[in-house]
């Protein structure tokens, strides 16, 4: 008999930007947090209207798998994500394909209890502000995504200084298709 551990679900925190305008501004804020993420493990994929995102992470002597899987409130831009990873968090901007400044009512079109809003990430519609908030002041793994590598690129892990002074250093740096 073989001891086969379903994957736990872990809480999604999420937050949202849109602007009519300017596509920089149109994306969501997707993070996981958990103790001890094992980075060589991450596996995800992004298509234009979902994603599946697979890690394990290890709280002492445990170590146990995580995953999620959701459809998208409305289409996104998978070529235009990009990647902030801490020992203790994974977050991912992800790039809205419509530009409106009307933001979307939820995450999903379907209610995920595992997905909360990260009210310290969050702007209210309307608000003029551009602050971008950038918790990844050290050290952080980047990686581009190729959706035929589930994630990662061939050459590996590409290990980049983002500015915590300069909010948009995450966000700025996505790459959109022409």
Known sequence: MTNVKTP????????QRSSATNKQQNFIYLTVSLVGIIHSTLKYTVTDTSISLNVNAKDGDQECEYAFELDFYAKVIPEALKKCMTPQSITIVIF???IAARYWPDLAR???????????RWTWEGDESDDMEEDCSTDIIDMDMDSSSAG??????????????????????????D
Do not use: C, E, M
């Open 96 to 98: 809205k394909k419509d």
């Open 110 to 120: 379907t209610a995920l209890p595992y997905a909360k809003t990260d009210f310290s």
């Open 8 to 15: 736990v679900i872990p809480s999604v925190l999420w937050a």
């Open 152 to 177: 990662t690129k061939n050459g590996g892990l590409l290990k980049q200084r983002h500015n915590a002074s300069n909010p948009t250093s995450l966000v700025g740096a996505a790459k959109f298709p």
